[in-house]
């Protein structure tokens, strides 16, 4: 009984999350996702006016190992502790106006704000991907997958969204089932930096083996444990090698957050 009610709950937030995808698919077409100014009539942009995108894509120099700000690749941690993966490509730092949207993403039911995420991601994939020897496979896109428990409460894994957009713009495969939670564990974002690794550590493992390269999604990176746990897995399973793709990578504390551009002269 409890089972086909939860089967029930599940069904509706999965219709719940399609009628949102599209009314936010009309909602993107006409608005920008950042600062919900109206497009005009004619312009065609991907969710994002011209400030919010160069507000979310604002770079400052960044170790392209673990993404955090750092004038040397690899910054100093990285070549202490070297990662597991061999590269992080973010997007931008968690901050307005991108924490916005991303909180909008994952916790407001709208989950089409996923493919204008992808499509302001993909232009810093595909220039990593083209720094790559050209003697090696393209890699296969993976997403972080979901606590089953927290997938029913949401609808949709927001990753997975991403890494769909994300490899049918860059032109690469998806393996939506390669890898697996072996254990729900807490919330990564509900835990201390330091409890964040014991509890994900050992959280994933492959569904089969691999043999190409992959290019691993998550929406945003704290501490990095998350990634770090998926992608043990995944070359214990044979994958030559990581990368990481990112949305939004969490500013160092010293960093001063730049200006909310959704925040308009004049408006309140
Ligand atoms: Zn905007
Ligand atoms: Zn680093």
Redesign the pocket.
Known sequence: MINIARQMGRRWRCAIAGVALQTTDLLLARACCGCSQAFAPGQAPEGWCSPCLRAITCERPR?Q????P?HH???P??QATP?PFEHTVVLGAYQPPLDRVIRAFKFGRQPALGRALAAALAPSVTQALAQRPPTRLPPIVVAIPLANERLAERGYNQSLLIARALAARCGLGLSAGALRRTRAGQPQSSLSRSARQPNIAHAFVAAHPLNQPVLLIDDVMTTGATLVAASRALLEAGAPSVTCAVIARTPAPDLTPLPDVSRRPGSP
């Not at 190992?65 to 955090?68: A, F």
């Open positions: 170790c190992r673990c993404g955090l750092s690749t690899p910054c941690t990285c990662p």
